[in-house]
């Protein structure tokens, strides 16, 4: 029993010795490396951000653009004290045929009104002629609130060749309200109408099928042109048809003008629509109408030439458009059906050549036209404009001295975008004398000035006298 108290005890003594042993050798170490540094968690200054730019938001095609962003839509106006107005329907009627089925309410003490107009069904401009619905104003008492339709004509609805009430799929119109009481024709109220019968994202423009009587004059990515149809009525008219279509991503507007017919300057070409404007993805007609006393000038009966200028623009501030398309054609209507675009003479005398601008003068020519029984010759000047700027140039000719006689024509100019060019004719108009002595042009002087559109404070660039030897 003491033998293992004492084997006990000797235990006990040899595991207090190595404890102190231990406790020594560490206070040791410590003692070596000094205070230890205290444990910091670093945090990292930071640093500015930079702001990266937007993505890019892809373009779509174009016939989403066209289903979302042609127009916002609208369907209902609502004037509080003056009238509520709701477009409904396209529908299709009982007894055939189809109508435009609007609501409409008067608010307002006095009877009012009410018309629709310039009608464009799935995006298409109808043939004037032709009209797209009908004209007759309906006649809405005070407080009355009543469904109103609309026919749409059975000529529109042909041209779309629609075949069921499923392909009307856009209807766009303006409507009129008109106070009946009212004869200064002073209280009035018009909005523009647009109507989707489907899916937005399912609109489509309309496209024009070509036939083989059309005739293609412009065909671009941005706006196509067609010569559709020459047709003579009894009363001595002849009706030139025009079909054109806008896919360029904003309004256009055209301009047309009958330069000549058979040959000779036609002074009395009534265009349908003098100021037309078409919105991205539709189409439209037009029609020139010729005199059968300009046509018969040439001692014929029938168009066998017809020539025109063509310009389509976009109105981008006051006084001032940027052109798509300006060009000139010839048509031969009976001879045969073929487009001539006018061709520049040969370029031949380089008058400058620059780092921004390059002006070649390529000749002069003349046109005889008829005034009564006196027949006269018109003077032209063509030249080839070249714009290397990164800017739209505008060349201008407002002045000229032909043989010594000074003439001035303040429409002689034209725009020529950055990094094209232009083969540009020039024309000065009789001023009383008859043209005919200029066929012997023995000496040509020339006003040339170029204008930089898109800076107003420089505008002037250039301006030089030039002497030309015809």
């Known amino acids: 029993m003491r033998m293992r108290i004492r084997r006990y005890s000797l235990f006990l003594m040899l595991f207090l010795i190595t404890v102190a042993l231990i406790a020594c050798n560490?206070?040791?170490?410590?003692?070596?490396?000094?205070?230890?540094?205290?444990?910091?968690?670093?945090?990292?200054?930071?640093?500015?951000?930079?702001?990266?730019?937007?993505?890019?938001?892809?373009?779509?095609?174009?016939?989403?653009?066209?289903?979302?962003?042609?127009?916002?839509?609208?369907?209902?106006?609502?004037?509080?004290?003056?009238?509520?107005?709701?477009?409904?329907?396209?529908?299709?009627?009982?007894?055939?045929?189809?109508?435009?089925?609007?609501?409409?309410?008067?608010?307002?003490?006095?009877?009012?009104?009410?018309?629709?107009?310039?009608?464009?069904?799935?995006?298409?401009?109808?043939?004037p002629r032709e009209g797209s619905v009908d004209w007759e104003k309906k006649m809405i008492e005070p407080g009355e609130r009543k469904k109103i339709e609309f026919w749409i004509s059975d000529a529109y609805v042909r041209r779309l060749k629609i075949?069921?009430?499923?392909?009307?799929?856009?209807?766009?119109?303006?409507?009129?309200?008109?106070?009946?009481?009212?004869?200064n024709h002073n209280n009035y109220d018009m909005y523009e109408i647009l109507f989707y019968n489907c899916d937005r994202e399912k609109v489509k423009p309309y496209e024009h099928v070509l036939t083989d009587n059309d005739i293609v004059l412009v065909d671009h990515d941005d706006v196509k042109l067609y010569l559709t149809d020459f047709v003579y009525e009894e009363d001595g008219y002849c009706y030139v048809y025009f079909y054109w279509e806008n896919n360029s991503g904003g309004t256009l507007y055209r301009s047309f003008n009958c330069d000549s017919v058979n040959g000779y300057e036609c002074n009395d070409a009534l265009l349908y629509d003098e100021e037309a404007e078409l919105h991205f993805g539709m189409g439209g007609y037009d029609f020139f109408i010729i005199r059968a006393s300009e046509i018969e000038k040439s001692g014929n009966t029938s168009v066998t030439e017809f020539e025109f200028d063509v310009r389509f623009y976009y109105d981008t501030w006051l006084w001032r458009s940027e052109d798509v398309v300006e060009e000139t054609f010839t048509v031969y209507p009976l001879e045969h059906r073929a487009v001539q675009k006018e061709k520049p003479l040969e370029k031949n005398n380089e008058l400058f050549d620059t780092k921004y601008y390059k002006l070649v003068y390529n000749g002069f020519s003349t046109e005889k036209r008829k005034n009564g029984e006196t027949e006269y010759t018109d003077y032209y000047i063509h030249v080839y404009f070249e714009n290397k700027s990164a800017q739209t140039l505008q060349l201008l000719i407002p002045e000229a001295k032909l043989n010594g006689i000074d003439y001035t024509n303040e429409l002689n100019y034209r725009t020529v975008p950055t990094g094209e060019g232009a083969d540009i004719k020039f024309k000065w108009t009789d001023t009383g004398e008859a043209l005919s002595e200029f066929s012997d042009l023995k000496a040509l002087e020339l006003n040339i000035l170029i204008k930089n559109l898109d800076d107003e404070k420089q505008g002037i660039v250039s301006e030089t006298r030039f002497g030309v030897s015809p």
């Open 163 to 183: 075949e069921d009430i499923s392909d009307f799929y856009c209807v766009r119109f303006e409507y009129l309200v008109e106070a009946v009481d009212d004869i």
């Open 26 to 127: 560490k206070t040791a170490e410590t003692s070596d490396i000094g205070t230890p540094t205290p444990s910091v968690t670093a945090t990292p200054t930071p640093f500015p951000l930079t702001t990266l730019p937007p993505t890019p938001t892809p373009v779509p095609a174009k016939e989403k653009v066209l289903a979302s962003k042609l127009f916002d839509e609208r369907r209902v106006v609502d004037r509080e004290d003056y009238y509520y107005f709701e477009m409904l329907s396209v529908k299709e009627k009982g007894e055939g045929g189809y109508a435009i089925e609007t609501v409409f309410e008067n608010r307002q003490d006095v009877a009012v009104a009410l018309s629709i107009f310039d009608a464009h069904i799935n995006f298409l401009k109808p043939m």
